[in-house]
């Protein structure tokens, strides 16, 4: 008995494992009282309050990106969003009943090009990639976004007199990736990403030939891509259920970028052919653009420090993009801003240019 009452107070008296404390008490290696959802010491220093969530460790290689959805009830979701994305176009032949047309300017839609057609050039260097394509898929590219660099590089050194040839290529390379769409579903992001950036280079190109491949039928093939890869998901796995990996986190938060930057290309092309554009409500509960250190973590090690972080500054949910959105009701307009407001604290480069094109369009 004597040895089992020591036993027990040497139990008692161990050191708060640090992966059970909490991030504050972790951070500043203080002993955690491990209440939930607020420990002690937060609790009495007034500190918002999170733990530590299981995440595996997997790192993402060359291999075909996971289902982000599993779950019947996610996966009927996840196909209601993709119709509504994929359909996109009908908007200009039928006014959809309750959605609320966007105001842009010429100064926006500007100011949108000039980002926009940037993405395509930062593909071209070596040491940079676009805000929407995660490193790692550099690290290790697949074929539709090797050939997408190759294809660009092609475009940009092309010889006089060349150019009908480079860009027949660069066509069909396209039309490939569309006659693929529901076969290669697996390279889903990639593909997207690919076609999206031809299609930017294309549109925004001086030559006029160029431009004017990205028509309607171009832009309703673009639609249909960006269905193909939202019907695997749009979310990582809930952490609450399943350990985030890391890898899904990479992928999803690619996945609601790459479809972002593609919904502003839809406004401006919409706005130079003088078609209308709708607040995309089929996208409004999407988390905005995870903070800046999230997206930038170059191990996982960082990277789980910081989502983390956001998961303590977010308990119930990251701001989502109805956020960006104006609201009837002053008091959840006025939430909204609050939100927006400290989303902004982290936001990296990709969530300042949809925060300032969402701020300039609605009067934010």
């Known amino acids: 008995m004597p040895a089992s009452r020591k036993k027990s107070k040497s139990n008692k008296l161990a050191p708060t494992s640090r992966k059970k404390s909490c991030l504050n008490c972790s951070e500043a290696k203080a002993r955690c009282s491990l209440q939930r959802p607020n420990c002690s010491r937060c609790q009495a220093r007034g500190l918002v309050c999170g733990y530590f969530v299981a995440v595996s460790h997997s790192i993402p290689d060359d291999s075909p990106p996971p289902t982000l959805v599993g779950d019947p009830a996610v996966l009927e979701m996840a196909s209601r969003g993709s119709v509504q994305i994929g359909s996109r176009w009908l908007d200009a032949l039928i006014t959809p009943p309750g959605k609320i047309p ?42 539709p976004l090797a050939n997408c660099r190759s294809l660009l590089h092609m475009w940009e050194n092309k010889a006089p007199g060349s150019e009908l040839l480079v860009r027949e290529t660069v066509w069909r390379e396209m039309s490939r990736l569309v006659a693929e769409v529901w076969l290669r579903i697996h390279y889903g992001l990639i593909a997207f990403q690919a076609y999206l950036f031809y299609s930017i280079h294309l549109f925004f190109s001086t030559d006029s030939d160029s431009s004017a491949m990205i028509d309607t039928v171009t832009m309703i093939n673009l639609q249909e891509l960006a269905a193909a890869m939202s019907l695997t998901g749009l979310h990582a796995p809930d952490v609450q259920h399943t350990p985030l990996a890391w890898e899904s986190w990479i992928i999803a938060e690619a996945k609601r970028r790459t479809l972002y930057t593609m919904y502003m290309f839809d406004n401006a092309w919409n706005f130079l052919h003088d078609t209308t554009s709708y607040i995309a409500t089929e996208l409004g509960n999407l988390p905005l653009p995870a903070r800046k250190g999230l997206w930038a973590a170059s191990t996982k090690e960082t990277w789980e420090i910081e989502y983390n972080r956001s998961v303590a500054e977010w308990p119930s949910h990251p701001p989502r993009l109805e956020d960006l959105w104006p609201h009837p009701s002053d008091v959840v307009a006025s939430e909204r801003r609050a939100r927006i407001d400290r989303w902004v604290e982290s936001a990296d480069e990709f969530g300042m240019f949809l925060f300032a094109v969402s701020s300039i369009t609605h009067d934010a």
């Open 102 to 143: 966007k105001n842009f300017s010429s100064r926006t839609i500007q100011h949108m090009a000039r980002v926009l057609k940037s993405y395509p050039k930062v593909m071209l260097k070596d040491e940079a990639l676009p805000p929407i394509v995660h490193p790692f898929q550099a690290a290790a590219p697949q074929q």
